[in-house]
């Protein structure tokens, strides 16, 4: 089963809106930075960052009907 496309892709909600994610990577080497889970901490042309427990991930590939902004949360 994949959670890609054509697959139904992880999904969250941003500002009361769905979003879907279709391709996401963890940050490995990320430093420490203290801000709250599911905080978006940058974004760039073709991807952003979100804060997780221990580290942070870079979603690469979404569908969303709003706009992603700084220090935007992500719920489940």
């Known amino acids: 089963m ?6 139904p892709m992880a999904r969250s909600f941003a500002a009361d809106k769905e979003i879907k994610i279709n391709r996401a990577s963890i940050m490995k080497s990320a430093s420490v930075y ?35 902004k700084i220090g935007g949360r992500f719920k489940l």
């Open 2 to 7: 994949t959670i890609c496309k054509p697959g």
């Open 34 to 68: 203290k801000c709250v889970n599911g905080s978006v901490i940058t974004i760039e042309k073709d991807n952003f960052l979100v804060k997780t427990k221990d580290s942070f991930i870079k979603v690469e590939e979404w569908e969303y009907e709003g706009r992603i």
